[in-house]
């Protein structure tokens, strides 16, 4: 470290006009509070406790639903739905489509789909739906007791196509 040396005529010219005042605490006006240091501290920690529990159980209510929405979509597709509408695009990939209207559908526990006297292997995972025979996977957009609905793309893209797709809407029988 370097030092520095003044001349007695530098520090006397150098003093202040004022007398230095130690610094004094705030004084609150009246009606005014002040927290000390301690108690925001106390504040802050609490605060910050209460949103990591919020956070921790705001995880744990999504983490269950997830799992809740799989098994109802699982359970709510059993059954036997006939197909009401067929919403197909046609992206030039060569597939023959053959409209799925009046067709029964059945969901069987086990995921087995059993359709037009095919039985094909499907799965169910949240609200992804995947169908082997048809190489068919998509998105259940609504499923309740008596209406499923469906859009979904047959996984055989030609030509660097984009894949065909369906909307189907089921009622249940």
Known sequence: MSEVLFDKQDVETSKPNKPFVEPQPHQPQPGQIILTDEKNEDKMKRTLKMMAMLLCIAAFTSLSS???????????ILGKWKCTVDNYTDNNNGYQHHSYVG????????????S???????????????IYG???????EELTSSKLVL???????????????????FSKI
């Open 134 to 140: 048809g190489l068919m996977s998509g998105t259940i």
């Open 116 to 130: 037009d006297g095919n039985s094909v292997a499907y799965s169910v995972s949240g609200e992804t739906i995947t």
């Open 151 to 169: 859009d979904l793309q047959y996984n055989m893209g030609y030509r660097g196509n984009p894949p065909d797709r369906t909307h189907l809407e």
């Open 103 to 114: 067709e029964i559908w059945e969901f069987k526990d086990g995921g087995v789909l059993v």
């Open 66 to 76: 997830c799992s809740k929405d799989n098994e109802d979509n699982e359970d709510l």
